[in-house]
């Protein structure tokens, strides 16, 4: 039976080619991020065939990166609900607004998808030992992933992480090394570590599969309407998912399922973090780190330097996206309001781009008629 039909690793920037049958971190000519390249003309699976199967992360496992296929060992990642928002998109003036809630994951978030092809795909190639600076669902995700497959898991986290993240990921076995300051400055503390120690990177985007495991949001939304949205609000730190859906738009069209269509993909950030939103306006083609980036409820957005951000940029432009900032206030309400009119209690981010939502529709930037759907990337009950 037909499993992966992974081909090769490329670099996003350079196009320098890599095996994919031994593990890489970055591109080591231009230290630019690495992407799993799949043989699409291979023995591709029919639409029809796919939808039979059981839903889940492993569906369409011929353009998934691990041998393992349909039997890769999961906690149940995948197949998340996308769902009408009812009555939060009637005050917002968009009736045809989704919701896609990423908390009904393995550790309530959007984390485990790539920790678990990310974890599976180490494993088969032999990795003992992993570290990772996290925000904190990375953290907790890579700490559950590497249970499953029997890998050691060390994990710095800024020390204003909220204490359920941390109990989470040390509960699950992850060795946690608490940092002062925000993830550049875990990773800075990392770095020393994990050289010496040889543990594998899973940060973002310095391997190449955690961005595989993402990539399946966007398969499921195409699974699930038949078609994809009019329009992707997404919440960005380092912005795997977004770049990771992108990616899978691409391969749905080489595999002949869709045309040359594509969502108008939407960045949405904090203001007092807001890198790649700065680019955008400036018509930049990488982001400038963020200079003391603020304290946040929404700490997976507290991201100072993305790894892809060009990858980010680009795909924002040639879907004549857009980039946003919203304030600490703005995103607490998004977040009273899609749990007062959804019955949802989402993360931070989910109520990030809520907020997002509200102001482009009050600037005519989203449409009424138009399919929107809305990231909700992990569980309220996390950032106490």
């Given at each position: 039976?037909?499993t992966s039909l992974?081909?090769?690793?490329?670099?996003?920037?350079c196009d320098a080619?890599?095996?994919?049958n031994?593990?890489?971190?970055?591109?080591p000519?231009?230290?630019g991020?690495?992407?799993?390249r799949?043989?699409?003309?291979?023995a591709l699976?029919?639409l029809?065939?796919v939808l039979?199967?059981?839903?889940?992360?492993?569906r369409?496992?011929?353009l998934?990166?691990?041998?393992g296929?349909?039997?890769?060992p999961t906690?149940?990642?995948?197949?998340?609900?996308?769902?009408?928002?009812?009555?939060l998109?009637?005050q917002?003036?968009?009736?045809?607004l989704?919701i896609k809630?990423e908390?009904?994951n393995?550790?309530?978030?959007f984390k485990?998808?790539?920790?678990?092809a990310?974890?599976?795909?180490a494993?088969?190639?032999?990795?003992?030992?992993?570290c990772?600076?996290?925000?904190?669902?990375?953290?907790?995700?890579a700490a559950?992933y590497g249970?499953?497959?029997?890998?050691e898991?060390?994990?710095?986290i800024?020390?204003?992480?909220?204490?359920p993240?941390?109990h989470e990921?040390?509960?699950?076995?992850?060795?946690?090394k608490?940092?002062?300051?925000d993830?550049?400055?875990?990773?800075?503390?990392?770095?020393p570590?994990a050289?010496?120690?040889?543990w594998?990177?899973l940060?973002t985007?310095?391997?190449?599969y955690r961005?595989?495991?993402?990539?399946?949001?966007g398969?499921?939304l195409?699974y699930?309407?038949?078609?994809?949205?009019d329009?992707?609000?997404?919440?960005?730190g380092?912005?795997?998912?977004?770049?990771g859906?992108?990616?899978a738009?691409?391969?749905l069209?080489s595999?002949?399922?869709?045309?040359?269509?594509?969502?108008?993909?939407?960045?949405?950030?904090?203001?007092?973090?807001?890198?790649?939103?700065h680019a955008?306006?400036?018509?930049?083609?990488?982001?400038?780190?963020w200079?003391?980036?603020?304290?946040?409820s929404?700490?997976g957005l507290?991201?100072?330097?993305a790894?892809?951000?060009?990858?980010i940029l680009?795909a924002l432009?040639?879907?004549?996206?857009?980039?946003?900032?919203?304030?600490?206030?703005?995103l607490?309400e998004?977040s009273h309001?899609i749990?007062?009119?959804?019955?949802?209690?989402?993360?931070?981010e989910?109520g990030?781009?809520?907020a997002?939502?509200?102001?482009?529709r009050q600037r005519g930037?989203?449409?009424?008629e138009?399919?929107?759907?809305?990231?909700n990337?992990g569980?309220?009950?996390k950032?106490?």
């Amino acid at each position: 039976m037909t499993t992966s039909l992974l081909h090769h690793l490329a670099c996003g920037k350079c196009d320098a080619i890599y095996p994919c049958n031994r593990i890489h971190n970055c591109c080591p000519q231009c230290k630019g991020p690495l992407l799993a390249r799949y043989d699409l003309v291979g023995a591709l699976p029919t639409l029809r065939e796919v939808l039979k199967r059981r839903p889940g992360q492993n569906r369409l496992h011929e353009l998934g990166a691990t041998e393992g296929g349909a039997q890769t060992p999961t906690l149940g990642e995948g197949a998340t609900p996308l769902f009408s928002a009812g009555r939060l998109g009637t005050q917002l003036g968009l009736p045809n607004l989704l919701i896609k809630d990423e908390a009904q994951n393995p550790t309530n978030s959007f984390k485990a998808r790539g920790m678990a092809a990310a974890m599976a795909r180490a494993a088969e190639l032999g990795v003992k030992a992993v570290c990772l600076p996290s925000a904190g669902n990375a953290g907790g995700a890579a700490a559950a992933y590497g249970a499953l497959h029997g890998i050691e898991v060390h994990v710095y986290i800024p020390d204003n992480t909220p204490a359920p993240i941390l109990h989470e990921t040390r509960a699950l076995g992850g060795k946690v090394k608490l940092v002062q300051g925000d993830i550049s400055d875990a990773s800075a503390a990392l770095a020393p570590f994990a050289l010496k120690n040889g543990w594998f990177s899973l940060a973002t985007l310095h391997e190449p599969y955690r961005l595989e495991g993402k990539k399946v949001m966007g398969f499921e939304l195409f699974y699930d309407l038949g078609k994809l949205p009019d329009v992707i609000l997404y919440p960005t730190g380092g912005g795997t998912g977004l770049i990771g859906m992108w990616k899978a738009f691409d391969e749905l069209q080489s595999m002949g399922w869709i045309g040359a269509e594509r969502p108008r993909m939407v960045s949405v950030q904090v203001a007092g973090c807001a890198p790649i939103v700065h680019a955008f306006e400036q018509g930049s083609d990488h982001a400038e780190p963020w200079k003391s980036p603020e304290r946040t409820s929404a700490f997976g957005l507290r991201v100072p330097r993305a790894l892809g951000d060009f990858l980010i940029l680009d795909a924002l432009r040639k879907s004549r996206g857009t980039a946003i900032a919203v304030t600490e206030s703005e995103l607490l309400e998004g977040s009273h309001l899609i749990a007062s009119t959804l019955g949802l209690q989402s993360s931070p981010e989910g109520g990030a781009c809520v907020a997002a939502a509200q102001l482009l529709r009050q600037r005519g930037w989203l449409q009424s008629e138009q399919s929107v759907v809305l990231f909700n990337t992990g569980h309220g009950a996390k950032y106490v």
